[in-house]
Structures are given as C-alpha cells and as structure tokens.
C-alpha cells in the first residue's frame, strides 16, 4: 500500500511540484514535501506551517503540476 504512496511523495519532492495528501480521517493537507532522517513521515511546508505526517495515516496524494508562463 505504502509502495505507491511514497513513489509518489518521492517524484513530487524530485520535481518540487506541491502535493495535497488526503489522510485517514479525510481532511487533507497541501503544500511541497521532503524526507527528514526518519522515512516513516514526510514533512509538508505550506504557506502557513510545517507539519510532519505519517505515512501510515495517508490515503492519496494528488500532485499539482505547475505551469510556468513565457513571455
């Protein structure tokens, strides 16, 4: 279960794309993710706060791609 989940925080914090997590009691969380030492929580910074969440209490994650504009 964990498998899909972490390949897909692992792809959003390659490409730094901001992610929202969908947790097990349905509320969700969005901003950009990244590792700490400890590889059972990933640490998501929103505009807002810092907030540590275990893997094990994430259902989904949705990753928002982010469109640059040329001029």
Known sequence: MYTNITKAIKTAIKTNDEIILTLKDQSKIAGI???????????????????????????HVTTILGFNKHT
């Open 33 to 59: 993710a990244s590792w700490g030492e400890d590889k059972s929580r990933v640490k998501i910074k929103s505009a807002d706060k810092v907030v540590w969440i275990p893997l094990n209490e994430i259902l």
